[in-house]
């Protein structure tokens, strides 16, 4: 069964370095989405993307935050400068326009830790 | 008042057991409704989708929505240990590629 794949699983970063954080969405989808969740709350949207481009963003997306679809299957979150607020888990999570609903599929994501 | 509210639990259940688990929502636009299971450090795996209000039965899992009352439940029936989970409910405007807004998950745990 195709899934969405994410690395790294873990990755441990000090304050204010770059991170890049890659997903491999499900071959056939289009629509793209990061979603992240801090430590004991719920899953908050962070960022849509189709056809090249940002569909749709949260308040949480900032400028620090970018995403890029580098080739025709990663799809990659980038944290400019991290805060220790950004630790959480990152899920990348990906939809098949084709089944004309909102069933997002996501990945087992990536446990980002900022000391 | 928050848009997606579940009570966080846990709920406890013998196997065997029917479990009902309910969401409620503040926004009246929200138009397609999901169940996810999530274990432990992994990510939300969909177990139900939903659009209208009604009745959907997949195997041991039947998911009930009533856009009236903005409510949601999930149901499991002949619940298994393995069904020992936090279950979120999201949902979304339409089917344009809109986020998911989830709740806040409820952990259930099934004992032998």
């Known amino acids: 069964e195709p899934e969405v794949t994410q690395t790294p699983s873990h990755q441990v970063t000090q304050m204010g370095q770059e991170v890049i954080l890659r997903c491999v969405p499900i071959s056939n989808h289009l629509y793209f989405y990061w979603y992240r969740q801090i430590l004991g709350q719920k899953v908050e949207f962070l960022v849509s993307?189709?056809?090249?481009?940002?569909?749709?963003k949260s308040e949480i997306f900032d400028d620090q935050f970018s995403v890029e679809r580098p080739d025709g299957s990663n799809f990659t979150l980038k944290i400019r400068s991290t805060k220790l607020e950004d630790s959480a888990m990152y899920f990348c999570a990906s939809r098949d326009p084709v089944a004309g609903a909102d069933e997002q599929y996501f990945g087992p994501g990536t446990r980002l830790t900022v000391t | 008042q928050k848009e997606v509210e579940q009570d966080p639990g846990p709920l406890s259940v013998p196997e065997g057991a029917i479990v009902s688990l309910n969401c409620t929502y503040s926004?009246?636009?929200?138009?397609?409704f999901m169940w996810y299971r999530q274990y432990s450090r992994k990510g939300p795996e969909l177990l139900m989708y939903?659009?209208?209000?009604g009745n959907k039965e997949d195997g041991r899992f039947t998911a009930q929505v009533d856009k009236s009352s903005k409510y949601i439940s999930l149901f499991i029936r002949d619940s298994q240990p393995s069904d020992s989970a936090t279950y979120l409910c999201a949902m979304t405007l339409n089917n344009a590629g809109n986020m998911l807004t989830f709740g806040g998950g409820t952990r259930l745990m099934v004992k032998p």
């Open positions: 993307f189709y056809n090249n481009e940002i569909s749709e």
């Open positions: 926004n009246s636009a929200f138009q397609y």
């Open positions: 939903t659009y209208s209000s």
